[in-house]
């Protein structure tokens, strides 16, 4: 059952088009995930979902009510220095009629409630910014590009309290241009890319989408013209003595076949990832920016009106 269907959305900023054509459901339960490269348009659409932001054109339905089940992590979380997580997160859970147990929630985001906001890391911040969307018991939680610019191990950590809120129920609808966050996290996702959706699906399935090939890469002395005859080839370059054969099925089998192991050297398979998926549905071209420069909204924050 859709819990949030965009049908058509059209945002513009006077001539300027932000999303041109998205459409979309998210199912109740599910890390629905979007991605596209800088200025596709993607934190414009869920503000327009969050009700942060009127549509152009189009729809826009919740089946949650937006000021008390649905919470917002936007780009950038920005509180006074001085003001405490414990202080914060109290003040957000005022704002709910059946607010979370917020110290639980910052124990769970190993957070020090007596600690400044001025004084945390990049990871904490951004786990406060998760838990103040959180604070309010939400159906719906948002969250846009929440690990941009923290090391690898504050990611991680950040993956892990999102894997454990949508065990709680809680649907998810998660902006990012992590690949490995996308495969990590989400169940389905939206690929943006000027404006419009190029695909709705599975991880797999968007490398599915990229033709699923193989690249088979070593180095060896021996001919290789053997290898262009093979059902499995699809091509085969050479550089020096370093061969690129790509394919498909099992082509490592039917290489070795024609050049076994004895005579190569530095052999590696490569398969499509979600990256070259990423790359082939957004073009290989450079996008021009469309979100807007003015109407800012930093957060976080926690819902607003319903869009129907």
């Not at 041109?20 to 934190?43: L, M, P, Q, W, Y």
Request: aromatic content about 4%; proline content about 5%; overall charge negative.
């Amino acid at each position: 059952m859709a819990i949030i269907t965009v049908d058509h959305l059209r945002k513009t900023y006077g001539t300027r088009v932000a999303v041109e054509d998205v459409s979309f459901s998210v199912e109740e339960g599910e890390v629905f995930g979007i991605v596209g490269r800088n200025g596709a348009g993607k934190t414009t659409t869920v503000e327009c979902v969050a009700g942060l932001r009127t549509p152009t054109a189009g729809t826009v339905t919740v089946d949650a009510d937006l000021k008390e089940q649905v919470g917002v992590q936007l780009q950038e979380c920005s509180l006074p220095d001085k003001i405490r997580v414990g202080e914060a997160l109290a003040l957000y859970a005022s704002f709910y009629s059946r607010p979370a147990d917020w110290r639980a929630l910052a124990e769970e985001a190993g957070l020090d409630l007596r600690a400044p906001f001025g004084k945390l890391s990049g990871g904490q911040r951004q786990r406060l910014s998760v838990a103040l969307a959180l604070v309010g018991s939400p159906r719906v939680a948002i969250l846009d590009e929440l690990t941009t610019g923290l090391d690898p191990r504050a990611r991680r950590e950040t993956w892990d309290l999102v894997a454990r809120v949508r065990e709680r129920g809680v649907t998810v609808l998660l902006v990012t241009h992590f690949m490995e966050e996308v495969e990590r996290l989400c169940d389905r996702v939206a690929v943006i890319s000027r404006g419009r959706v190029r695909a709705v699906d599975t991880p797999a399935g968007l490398v599915a989408r990229a033709g699923g090939e193989q690249r088979l890469v070593f180095e060896t002395d021996e001919p290789v013209d053997g290898l262009r005859a093979l059902p499995e080839v699809a091509s085969v370059t050479r550089n020096g003595a370093e061969v690129t054969v790509t394919g498909t099925g099992d082509l490592l089998s039917a290489v070795a076949a024609v050049l076994p192991p004895s005579r190569t050297r530095g052999l590696r398979m490569e398969r499509t990832t979600l990256d070259d998926a990423f790359l082939t549905l957004t073009e290989p071209t450079t996008e021009p920016t469309t979100e807007p420069t003015s109407e800012p909204v930093t957060g976080p924050l926690t819902g607003s009106q319903e869009k129907s």
